[in-house]
């Protein structure tokens, strides 16, 4: 007998029929073999299908395919656990893992092959009493689009048996509960959408085909559905115990519906699609997605009739519960036929009426959720189904919608604010003529109308620039999608230039009528959306250590093209998006909503239809537009309130709402969501989904997923930062588990290690360190030289290439440090047990021995993996204490005498970078004093230097310079190495204009000179020592970051690494929390002889993805980890709990940046030493076309004179020392930090005279201190 046939993924559960033999696996695969006839098999036979197609070359072609039919397959495949009344599977066939409250359990298939068992599996519930059971086949849109609902379980805490509290009255009664008056919707405790849950195999290929992530989805839920079965069966005994009812989880059937005989479509059905009526096509022709929906529609009709003939014979019984049968679908013309072909009531059995005459109802999935809200109002789900059609009105032409669109909200008759997308087969024949390119959309980091998408040109890649609402056309980051370039001349003339061009994108649009609808769509919300960018880019905040990368940098992409036959012309190619292949919507996304009151009245015209319910916008929104257009004029109304009060909206159920959410992430565009709980999520941040966009609706539609907390809050803004940046929270899986050591594990010598547990190594680190990635020696030798070691903890003795942890280890690529927490990319068993080199005990590592003079000379070098034994865990306090002991108290003091050797080879190592050109930099990084309960911070401290941290880092840069040499000769395309790229000289440009008006020359022509520049910058600005490191990290900050990428993939000459001045560069030191090093020990191990390289670090385009990934995540925690610094300052600066201002702070900043140009609001931008902030500070008290002002662009200077005289009376350049004043404000859904200019005294407020000023200031510091005190002494309380 042959087993069901699967789709053929190794994720997906197998499902197979108890009795099924091993040795028939195939039969159904060769057509010119008999299946092997077994007792149990009636029938079993072949449909042959055929099908015409329209080839590339325009002739017709025919394919015949054959498909085994069987009539034993049941009614379903369920899973459950091994041992818990699961299946007969033999020899683990058919058999799958899964984890069950932190444990893996063998799961098996279970068969329905009976409708008995199903009937039993529907009423698996003890509190039924007679009411009715559902069982919903889904369709495949239900697949792709309503995870979120399928995936919903209502959790124990929440069935609260209440219901005759609720129905009683004063007199006792209750109409609706009456014996005399039957409630037609009896009240229910719904779990879920449905008793049971159908997964036709169908709809699971189709679901794979189109999205493997909303697959993977699918088949992880239908996993777990085991364990549901199992937690039910607990509950059931316990509550049968104590007198009650089971419960009921979720339960998923998949139905081999493609092989079942009773499912299928036999020849001589026609097909009735709309699309066949509007093209023409002969009845009887179909298309796949026909016989698709036809066949799901038959699996649903299967058990209807199933069920109510099963019904129809058991008319007794204590368990005679009604059952419903749904056919869950968004196809409305789906649902249509599925009403037309069940029976005419005259052929329908007499007794059918209890049904309404149907073996199964088909509804969209808003329908099915809403009778489910009215039979249970407790039920919260409808804010979790997706939608498809902006707003409330007429119903949408069904053929405009097709097959993934929702059935409940169109749209009908609004205008189209984008371009329509061409159609599959138009882009389909563009690509390969080249009209059309391929590639990936990405958004600018700072907005979601801006970005470029990569294609290949010969050789290349290429970035294309996307600009302007009309361009994007409805694409968001990470879509798949078709563009088309625009003519040469509509390209931008350079890289960081002014040439940038508009943003409407060109005018690339087809006709007039396109380019005027295009500059439509950009009017008041773009100018809002990048008034809201402004100010977000403005706020103060923590400073940023380096520039974004470059696509150059980043990923080897080109932005200029040449445009002439020399060469010398180049330009960045734009272009506009005319079709998504595929959509990037299955992330969640992070923000808030934002509503706002409506205070103006309802229009007063009598013509406007009662249904239709939009919201009136308010006055306050037309007046902010008004006097936007005004020069001169501050707004003060939010732009996120004016966007809300234009698409908010009640819709005509009188339940739902729509309203806007804003994400966090800049790239994503707002959201309309539709919602049942307005008031409950303001204040909140939320999770929410996108659903589709379509070409009448300014913004994507979405739904809610899932509330994180309240907005501001410390657990929860944690949360949302982890969530925005994608970084892997979730707690290592029990596979992953599986592959530590046991708990028993000891390190002992192993053969093909070096016991160099003799020597006398030693680690240096922050206190408090619990990962200790290094340790270090220096002994001497008896010829005189010294022996260095650098020996690094072997993370590849615990983590093996290609096991769950190794993979695991991979996706993550870093630890991520927050100011309040650590998440580890390996599990803490090994990253602060086995593999940490803490003190007096034995550890495994990867040693480097360098055999050197006393003046630093490097005589040879090795490579041994080996067992040590640290004498001491030293932090760099101690460390410094041992450099800076005397000589004369060092004799006989081990420790003492290695740390001072290895500071003066150290002193020696950096003296040889610093005049090879390696660059000495700097960083506005600060830290945090936490208090030991709440965790909040108490002060802030800047980081204190020794020379022990120089110490470490150069023998940690020399370790990963020599290992990069090794690898690379013996792996010269294969090799894991950091590159720094050069800075491009227009990235300095500003700075060098602002330190020439200090008469400071910079010179970066190579990093010898910058460094040069920066040293004499010093004996410049020697009266005030911070200037100098100022220029560090502007410096800094003028430059990419460096990246991991492959050697195969840049020349020689592209491997430099700027910063360090070295030529090849890698990383090695840390495997601990960077699995660049975990890769770059399995190159060493292998280039020394002592383990084979694993076989995916031989594939150039693995290590490809594998650098893109771990640049990516490295990025993502930088980022994470500084915004953690920011929330904290938040924090910090609000001073409390209560109210605002509590934690005023008065410090000394520098300008960084001064807004000179003409009709810009007079501002300037701040870094503040003590606590690391940048921020940009408004005078607010100086009109933006108030005469006395004075813009000084070429000296980056602003100044206010007096009107009689015209003497400058005050003014700010760059550089300039200035006090500021540093505050939180806190608004409805957000907390922000504000910086406010005290000194000079003028520009603060130029219409108060000094007297005045003096007396505000004086005024204003003793209110925020007494606030502040008086919050201390109610805390302290």
């Known amino acids: 007998m042959t087993p069901i046939p699967t789709p053929p993924d190794d994720e997906m559960m197998a499902v197979h029929h108890p009795d099924d033999h091993d040795d028939d696996r195939d039969c159904h695969d060769d057509h010119d073999r008999s299946p092997v006839p077994t007792p149990v098999l009636t029938s079993l036979h072949t449909l042959p299908t055929r099908r015409y197609h329209l080839t590339r070359r325009g002739k017709i072609a025919q394919s015949t395919t054959e498909r085994y039919l069987r009539d034993d397959l049941g009614f379903g495949t369920v899973l459950v656990p091994d041992g818990n009344g699961g299946g007969r599977g033999r020899g683990g066939r058919g058999r799958t893992d899964a984890t069950i409250a932190g444990k893996i359990v063998r799961l098996v298939p279970r068969t329905l092959g009976e409708v008995s068992s199903l009937w039993e599996l529907l009423t698996r519930r003890d509190d039924d009493d007679g009411g009715t059971v559902r069982l919903a086949v889904v369709d495949t849109n239900i697949l792709l689009h309503h995870m979120d609902v399928l995936e919903y379980l209502r959790d124990d805490d929440d069935d609260d048996d209440d219901d005759n509290d609720e129905n009683e009255n004063e007199n006792g009664n209750d109409d609706a509960t ?25 709809a699971l290929e189709e679901c794979r085909h189109r999205s493997l992530v909303m697959y993977r989805r699918i088949v992880d839920l239908i996993r777990s559905s085991g364990d549901d079965a199992t937690r039910a069966d607990d509950k059931g005994r316990k509550q049968k115990k104590n007198g009650g009812g089971s419960g009921s989880e979720r339960c998923f059937i998949v139905f081999a519906d493609v092989h079942h005989v009773d499912t299928q479509i036999f020849h001589g ?99 099915h959720v809403s009778l489910l809200q009215k039979e249970d109002p407790s039920l919260t789900l409808l804010d979790l189904v997706a939608q498809f059609h902006s707003a409330p009105g007429p119903p949408m032409s069904e053929g405009i919608r097709g097959k993934d669109g929702g059935g409940d909200d169109d749209s009908g008759g609004r205008a189209a604010c984008y371009p329509p997308h061409l159609s599959s087969q138009t882009l ?66 350079g890289a960081r230039n002014g040439g940038d061009g508009s943003d409407s994108g060109g005018g690339g649009g087809d006709g007039d009528e396109e380019k005027e ?122 732009p996120h309130d004016v966007i809300a009060a234009k698409h908010e909206r009640e819709h005509p159920d009188g339940v739902t709402s729509t309203v806007v959410f804003f994400p966090i992430d800049n790239r994503i565009p707002p959201i309309l969501l539709r919602t049942t709980q307005r008031d409950r999520l303001i204040g909140m941040r939320i999770l929410v989904s996108m659903d589709s966009w379509p070409a009448e609706s300014e913004y994507p539609l979405g739904h809610y997923v899932k509330t994180l907390g309240v907005t501001g809050t410390k657990e929860t803004e944690t949360q949302v930062l982890l969530q925005e940046f994608r970084i892997p929270c979730e707690p290592f899986p029990a596979k992953v588990l599986a592959c530590l050591p046991p708990a028993d594990y000891k390190i002992e010598l192993e053969p093909g290690r070096t016991d160099l547990r003799h020597l006398p190594v030693l680690s240096i680190d922050p206190p408090g360190c619990k990962d200790i990635d290094d340790a270090l020696h220096c002994i001497e030798l008896p010829n005189g030289n010294w022996q260095v070691g650098v020996h690094i903890a072997d993370v590849t003795h615990y983590v093996e290439a290609g096991t769950a942890i190794d993979l695991e280890a991979a996706n993550r690529s870093t630890s991520t440090y927050l100011v309040n927490k650590r998440l580890d990319m390996l599990p803490s068993l090994l990253t602060t047990d086995l593999c940490s080199l803490k003190g007096n005990v034995d550890r495994f590592a990867f ?87 709440s965790l909040n911070p108490t002060d802030v401290q800047a980081y204190t230097l020794y020379e022990a941290n120089a110490l470490v880092e150069e023998f940690m840069l020399l370790a990963n310079v020599t290992v990069a040499k090794k690898i690379l000769r013996h792996y010269p395309t294969l090799s894991i190495l950091r590159r720094h790229p050069a800075p491009n000289r227009s990235m300095f440009d500003g700075l060098i204009q602002k330190a020439k008006t200090r008469g400071i020359s910079i010179c970066i022509d190579d990093s010898k000179k910058l460094a040069d520049s920066l040293d004499a910058a010093a004996e410049i600005t020697s009266d005030d020592p ?130 000179t140009a003409s009709m810009s609001e007079p501002s300037f931008t701040v870094m503040v030493p003590r606590y690391g902030i940048e921020g ?8 933006i076309n108030d005469e006395c002002l004075v813009r000084d662009p070429e000296n980056h200077r602003l100044g206010y004179k007096d009107a009689a005289t015209g003497k400058i009376m005050a003014s700010v350049s760059v550089f300039d020392r200035v006090r500021v004043r540093i505050w939180v404000r806190s608004t409805r859904d957000r907390k922000e930090l504000v910086v406010d200019l005290l000194e000079p005294k003028i520009l603060a407020n130029p219409h108060v005279k000094d007297d005045d000023v003096d007396t505000e200031m004086g005024a204003s510091t003793v209110t925020s201190s007494g606030k502040k005190k008086k919050k201390k002494q109610r805390i302290s309380k």
Request: proline share 4%; with cysteine.
């Open 178 to 202: 009456s014996p005399s008056k039957p409630n037609p919707h009896p009240r229910r405790r719904h779990r879920s959408i449905a008793d049971a849950i159908v997964v036709p195999q169908t």
């Open 269 to 367: 059905w026609k097909g009735e699609s709309k699309a066949d009526e509007e093209e023409g096509v002969e009845d009887g022709t179909t298309t796949i997605n026909d016989e698709n929906d036809a066949r799901l529609r038959n699996v649903a009709r299967f058990y209807g009739e199933a069920l109510y003939d099963y019904r129809r014979r058991r008319r007794t019984g204590a368990r005679n519960a009604n059952a419903e049968v749904v056919f869950l679908t968004d196809d409305a013309q789906s649902r249509r036929l599925a009403s037309s072909e069940q029976p005419p009531p005259d052929e329908r059995p007499g007794d059918a009426a209890d049904r309404g005459g149907l073996y199964y109802r088909a509804r969209s999935m808003r329908d």
């Open 428 to 493: 389909s024949r563009g690509l390969q003529t080249n009209r059309y390119y391929q590639g990936i959309y990405r958004s600018d980091r700072d907005s979601h109308t801006e970005g470029y998408v990569t294609i290949r040109r010969g050789e290349d890649r290429v970035a294309v620039v996307i600009r302007g609402k009309a361009d994007v056309n409805r694409a968001v980051d990470g879509d798949i999608v078709a563009i088309e370039l625009h003519s040469v001349d509509l390209w931008l003339g």
């Open 517 to 638: 609808r295009g500059s439509q769509s950009q009017t008041a919300d773009d100018r809002n959306e990048g008034r809201d960018r402004h100010t977000k880019k403005d706020d103060a905040g923590i400073a940023a250590d380096t520039a974004e990368p470059s696509l150059r940098d980043a990923e080897n992409i080109a932005e200029e093209v040449a445009v002439d036959d020399e060469g010398e012309e180049l330009r960045r190619p734009t272009a506009k998006i005319v079709g998504i292949i595929r959509r990037n919507f299955h992330k969640n996304y992070c923000g808030s909503i934002c509503t706002i009151a409506v205070s103006a009245a309802a229009p007063e015209e009598d013509d406007i239809a009662p249904s239709e319910t939009e919201l009136a916008r308010p006055a306050a929104a037309a007046a902010f537009e008004s006097e936007s257009k005004m020069e001169g004029e501050r707004t003060t109304m939010h």
């Open 847 to 933: 040693s480097v021995l360098w055999e050197v003079t006393p003046e630093a000379e490097i005589v040879n070098v090795d490579f041994k993996k080996s067992i040590i034994h640290s004498i001491a865990a030293l932090t760099y306090q101690q460390a410094q204490a041992l450099i800076d002991k005397p000589e004369k108290d060092c004799k006989g003091d081990i420790q003492a005498g290695a740390v001072k050797r290895l500071a003066k080879l150290a002193r020696k190592f950096r003296s040889r970078r610093i005049n090879a050109g390696a660059l000495t930099l700097a960083s506005p990084e600060v830290k945090f004093v936490l208090d030991s309960e």
């Open 1026 to 1155: 911070y200037l100098n490191q100022l220029l560090r990290i502007l410096s800094t900050r003028c430059m990419s970051p460096a990246q991991y990428f492959c050697s195969g993939e840049y020349q020689a000459k592209d491997w430099h690494h700027y910063g360090l001045a070295a030529p090849v560069y890698t990383h090695f030191t840390s495997p601990i929390r960077r699995y660049a090093d975990v890769c770059v020990h399995r190159l060493l191990a292998a280039a020394i002889g002592v383990a084979p390289l694993p076989v995916f670090l031989s594939s150039k385009s693995y290590l490809h993805d594998l650098a893109a990934n771990m640049n990516r995540r490295h990025r993502a925690a930088q980022l994470a980890g500084r915004a953690s610094v920011q929330l904290h300052t938040l924090i910090f600066f609000a001073g409390g709990d209560e109210g605002e201002g509590g934690g005023v702070k008065e410090e000394d900043a520098y300008v960084l940046d001064v807004e």
């Open 1176 to 1183: 940009r500070v408004r005078l607010t008290k100086i009109a």
